[in-house]
Nanobody
Framework: QVQLVESGGGLVQAGGSLRLSCAAS????????MGWYRQSPGKQRDLVAV???????NYADSVKGRFTIAKDNAKNTVYLQMNSLKPEDTAVYYC?????????????WGQGTQVTVSS
């Protein structure tokens, strides 16, 4: 089993920045991709960014040029640097990890961290 723990959410004004972190523990050898998804009230959970082992990151069109995903293998942690935040970025952000080095959603989820962007 894999446990994912997110941190770094909060309240920020539009145009500001936040960095989310997700630390993995447990059967980390099985993790081949990590990513971030987000969900707003009444909406489905959507991909924000994913980084499979040995492959380039993939981003949702809405965050390209503003968000950057990075993985520190030594710390088993994935980060999401979010710049130029907009009110529409407000959502619960979930860390995700998968057992395959691809861009599909993985089977492991964190508990989520709230990001609120005020206008």
């Amino acid at each position: 089993q894999v446990q994912l723990v997110e941190s770094g959410g909060g309240l920020v004004q539009a145009g500001g920045s936040l960095r989310l972190s997700c630390a993995a523990s447990g059967s980390i050898f099985s993790i081949k991709a990590m990513g971030w998804y987000r969900q707003s009230p009444g909406k489905q959970r959507d991909l924000v960014a994913v980084i499979p082992n040995g492959r380039v990151p993939n981003y949702a069109d809405s965050v390209k040029g503003r968000f950057t995903i990075a993985k520190d293998n030594a710390k088993n942690t994935v980060y999401l640097q979010m710049n130029s935040l907009k009110p529409e970025d407000t959502a619960v952000y979930y860390c995700n990890a998968g057992r395959y080095s691809d861009y599909n959603v993985g089977v492991y989820w964190g508990q989520g961290t709230q990001v609120t962007v005020s206008s």
